[in-house]
């Protein structure tokens, strides 16, 4: 069963956070940020279907619920629209697509070879754009949806060590904005820019709890964010509540960073 979208929302009420048999599409949500995703929209009434290369052992659970997984590889279009195909005829319908897979290891601009690059590109931006064309197809053949792009602060400043995947996410940056205004107004396509998060991985990234903490208090809250934080923001853009909102991004950072020149003025 899927959820009919709703035109005109009490936008003042808790009742449109409620998403009790929404249709769901949440792009490798096996691990990470994106089992997290799986499992809060699990807990809100959503009808979850996630993907990766391979079925984990454990699918997300939450309140005896079990997410649905396709095994798909979202980089080839092909596996993409399956992926989407699967999720309408699961569950009747879709009403919200969250494109979190994505990521990179680092690696020197300089000696990247050309595979390398080109991987990191398909899977930032145009797996979210195979993805999004296909939902869009349904979409506006229904009561329309929305379609959620995660991104990051490495698009919109330096990121060395990882430059593919900043211009990839600036590029989805971008595509949000376009998408959103080819689309509507039955589909409304948003972005989030994701700031430091801290994961079970987090030590990959930012070194042992020490290094952790030290990173975390440039931070303007003090704190780095939590797939929590992630999760409570795609939660706001699926509802009603957020009806109005269609080719922007949503920066859930923090504050963002302490700039540079204040250290060097400070010392």
């Not at 048999?21 to 009434?45: M, N, Q, S």
Request: aromatic residues 6%.
């Amino acid at each position: 069963m899927v959820r009919a979208m709703t035109e005109n929302p009490a936008a003042t009420t808790t009742a449109g956070l409620d998403l009790t048999d929404y249709a769901v599409l949440i792009t490798g949500g096996t691990k990470g940020i994106g089992r997290v995703l799986v499992e809060r929209f699990l807990g809100w009434g959503a009808d979850v279907m996630t993907c990766g290369r391979s079925e984990p052992e454990q699918l997300p659970t939450a309140n005896g619920r079990i997410a649905n997984f396709t095994a798909a590889d979202v980089r080839d279009p092909d596996q993409a629209a399956a992926l989407v195909d699967a999720t309408v005829e699961a569950f009747g319908g879709l009403n919200t697509v969250i494109n979190n897979a994505g990521g990179a290891p680092p690696a020197e601009a300089a000696t990247a070879s050309p595979r390398f690059s080109e991987s990191i590109i398909r899977l930032n931006l145009l797996a979210p754009l195979h993805v999004a064309q296909r939902a869009n197809y349904h979409m506006q053949s229904a009561d329309g949806g929305v379609i959620i792009n995660i991104a990051s602060v490495s698009a919109t400043r330096p990121s060395p060590g990882t430059a593919a995947y900043g211009a990839a996410k600036a590029g989805l940056l971008s595509l949000t904005e376009s998408l959103a205004v080819e689309w509507a107004p039955k589909v409304r396509v948003a972005a989030i820019v994701a700031g430091l998060i801290q994961t079970e991985q987090a030590e990959l990234h930012y070194g042992d709890q020490e290094s952790i903490d030290r990173v975390a208090a440039t931070v303007p809250l003090g704190r780095l964010g939590t797939p929590e934080d992630l999760a409570q923001a795609c939660r706001w853009l699926a509802s009603p509540l957020s009806g109005y909102v269609t080719g922007s991004s949503i920066w859930l950072h923090g504050g963002g960073e302490r700039p540079a020149f204040l250290d060097a003025v400070d010392g």
